[in-house]
């Protein structure tokens, strides 16, 4: 068997089986980070997972190991890794090596995963192209035929993990999820992405970017692999007050794709204008398929859907001013080398050369909302639309087990088209935000391939804690597209 076909669940019985060692497994993936030009990684950690691939290999030797024994993994370097430099790829933290491990990371370590590396992202997490690093943009491996030339955004903000899953260097990866940083990336890259229920995953350890919506979820290249990856991750964790008290179910074991008795919806509004012709395409065979599969298709009504985005752009800047307050220089990351007169100056200077001009934007942006005078009409406004927008998801899943929707409005674009203009940059996430709104679980599946022969996505969302459903209906999908991951 050659290394790069393997998936988690294939390698989990390579190594049961003594095909090969986890230690062959972390060299192998050590080598080809070493050779992708892609960067993907901020920081790579050869000899962690040397180590961790050791230990697996003696838990496996005896009978022994977890979920994930053995599987090389890499992580979004926006999770606290304990005496790995975690940089979330700012300048700002660019020496910051944390003392302690986010739950997530702890919990994927628990399950015996090997990390690769810490993958590259948006600087704080905040984009859709993974251009905003301080550590340099990812190249997707993904080539438009029609376009050989072109260089292609792997997505965002997790353009790092999703990449690397797709190129081969990792099995599979974690990311982070505010406002569709797994859904659309994954979608960009063609493979599966899931971010869960809010409250699914703990926040404790993540750098934090908007705190009422950030979730930590997982890439992988297929939709039983990323329902064993988020069961390694997922769990209450009493460090984090919004993580919820539930058991984990076993997703992967229970996964069906037969949707027979399933009500789907489409929800009208999401056909939005200047929807291009093959996204309308590929989310019409998505249905067909679900039909295929027994499932009965109903057109809902979400009809606050228009709101999202300026609703996200509210309250997403708000909660990342007041996180990103921390950053001053004295307890984190940078200082300005420069001589200052006063500390507010020592303040300014350092957050000048620390942040980058996208996080500069949001701060300001999210200030300003804030502020007196402009409280109630902006923020206390987003809040009280937002409601809106969950109760909307609500009385659509009295009707239905699902939503089915685009991924994304595009397929993956080169690096600099939308750069010049941040609205249209944010337009990138017009189908993800709703649910991440409504603190819902949505995934998203390749579905297909479009004219240039670029990945296109399809998502469905779910009620809260179903992640069940997405993975059977991601399944479904999966199964009927006859769609392959390449090997690049
Ligand atoms: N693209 C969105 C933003 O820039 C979402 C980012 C995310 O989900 N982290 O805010």
Redesign the pocket.
């Known amino acids: 068997m050659s290394f790069n076909e393997l998936t988690i669940e294939s390698a989990l019985k390579g190594l049961k089986n003594k095909q090969f060692s986890s230690v062959e497994l972390a060299k192998n993936y050590n080598e080809r980070i070493k050779k992708s030009q892609s960067n993907c990684f901020i920081t790579t950690t050869e000899e962690v997972a040397l180590k961790q691939a050791e230990q697996s290999d003696k838990k496996i030797a005896s009978g022994q190991g977890g979920l994930l024994e053995g599987v090389p993994i890499a992580v979004k370097d926006l999770f606290c890794t304990k005496g790995v430099r975690t940089t979330a790829a700012s300048k700002i933290l660019g020496n910051f090596i944390p003392q302690y491990e986010s739950t997530v990371s702890a919990n994927l370590f628990k399950s015996g995963a090997v990390m690769v590396g810490k993958t590259n992202l948006?600087e704080f997490?905040?984009?859709?192209a993974n251009i905003t690093s301080a550590y340099g943009n990812v190249l997707s491996p993904w080539k438009s035929t029609k376009h050989p030339k072109k260089k292609l955004v792997p997505g965002?903000?997790s353009g790092g993990s999703a990449a690397a899953v797709a190129e081969d260097l990792a099995l599979g990866s974690l990311g982070?999820?505010?406002?569709?940083?797994i859904r659309?990336p994954a979608a960009f890259c063609g493979i599966t992405g899931i971010k869960p229920t809010y409250g699914r995953c703990s926040r404790w350890g993540t750098v934090a970017?908007a705190s009422s919506l950030d979730q930590a979820g997982v890439f992988a290249k297929n939709v039983k692999d990323s329902a064993l990856l988020l069961q390694a991750i997922s769990g209450y964790d009493e460090k984090d007050s919004t993580s919820v008290n539930l058991e984990v179910p076993n997703w992967f074991a229970n996964i069906n794709s037969n949707l027979k008795g399933k009500k789907i919806g489409i929800p009208k509004e999401y056909n939005v204008d200047g929807i291009p012709e093959e996204i309308k395409k590929i989310w019409e065979k998505g249905a067909e398929f679900l039909k295929a599969a027994g499932a009965e298709i109903i057109e809902v009504s979400l009809p606050h859907t228009k709101y999202a985005l300026p609703v996200?752009y509210t309250v997403?800047p708000a909660e990342c001013s007041s996180n990103l307050a921390r950053y001053d220089g004295v307890r984190y990351g940078h200082r300005t080398s420069e001589k200052t007169n006063s500390l507010d100056e020592m303040y300014e200077k350092t957050r000048a050369e620390g942040f980058g001009d996208e996080v500069k934007r949001r701060i300001m942006i999210g200030t300003y909302v804030l502020s007196a005078g402009y409280y109630e009409a902006y923020y206390v406004k987003a809040q009280k639309i937002r409601t809106l927008i969950a109760q909307d998801f609500a009385t659509a899943f009295e009707k239905v087990d699902a939503i089915l929707t685009p991924t994304a409005p595009s397929a993956a674009f080169e690096i600099g088209a939308n750069e010049d203009d941040p609205v249209k940059m944010?337009l990138?996430?017009i189908f993800t935000i709703p649910a991440?709104l409504a603190g819902l679980p949505g995934i998203a599946v390749p579905a297909g391939l479009n004219d240039e022969g670029l990945p296109l996505g399809l998502q469905i969302i779910t009620k809260p804690w179903d992640e069940q459903t997405c993975f059977n209906v991601a399944k479904a999908i999966e199964d009927q597209a006859g769609y392959k991951l390449p090997s690049f």
Request: charged letters at 15%; zero cysteines.
């Open positions: 948006d997490a905040m984009g859709s965002g903000s982070t999820d505010t406002g569709g940083s659309q970017f996200y997403a944010y990138n996430d991440s």
